[in-house]
């Protein structure tokens, strides 16, 4: 079965602070999709980033960067330089190729970004 | 292209009520999931649709809850006689390519409908 972990429940830092949210999965599929989504507190699930299993490169953008290695089947987010506006609820999430392709949600990390 | 519309918002009721909740996809998406979030959880997944054809379903899913989406359009979360444990956001999404979509990023969420059963 496939799961994700996301240990740091809150997560505060001071405006300006790097922070790092880790997240470790477990799947038995060789083909799969890695997710974040940033929740606010209006409830939609925004998208921030898609990786397939195949592409271990690292991603930046802007202020966000991801860390994926399959080694130690880890998908960490890092912001840099937060800002207040980065305040939220963040999922890492897991979805197989075939089939539904449902998400598999962590429990998530509140990021709290204090002035 | 509005994104995907959920309604009520919010829904309060009393414990033994039916309540059915509505989802309206973005237009060209075949497949449309229903998600469950309690409070301080991710998202759990309920059921998913391929068009009109309900093809899977969690074992979150009980007897009490029933999902519909006729003609491959918008889709009904229905759940009867409500129970306190039942109070949770429920989510849809849709997609036209599943989670390796090379149109768009593979899911587009609703807002949610926040039940609260007392």
Known sequence: ?115 | DTGVSQNPRHKITKRGQNVTFRCDPISEHNRLYWYRQTLGQGPEFLTYFQNEAQLEKSRLLSDRFSAERPKGSFSTLEIQRTEQGDSAMYLCASSLDGAHGTRGYGYTFGSGTRLTVV
């Not at chain 1, 209006?42 to 490169?57: K, P, T």
């Open chain 1, 1 to 115: 079965a496939q799961k994700v972990t996301q240990a740091q429940t809150e997560i505060s830092v001071v405006e300006k602070e790097d922070v790092t949210l880790d997240c470790v999965y477990e799947t038995r599929d060789t083909t799969y999709y890695l997710f974040w989504y940033k929740q606010p507190p209006s409830g939609e699930l925004v998208f921030l980033i898609r990786r397939n299993s195949f592409d271990e490169q690292n991603e930046i953008s802007g202020r966000y960067s991801w860390n994926f290695q399959k080694s130690t089947s880890s998908f960490n987010f890092t912001i840099t330089a937060s800002q207040v506006v980065d305040s939220a609820v963040y999922f890492c999430a897991l979805s197989e190729a075939t089939g539904a392709q449902k998400l598999v949600f962590g429990q998530g990390t509140r990021l709290t970004i204090n002035p």
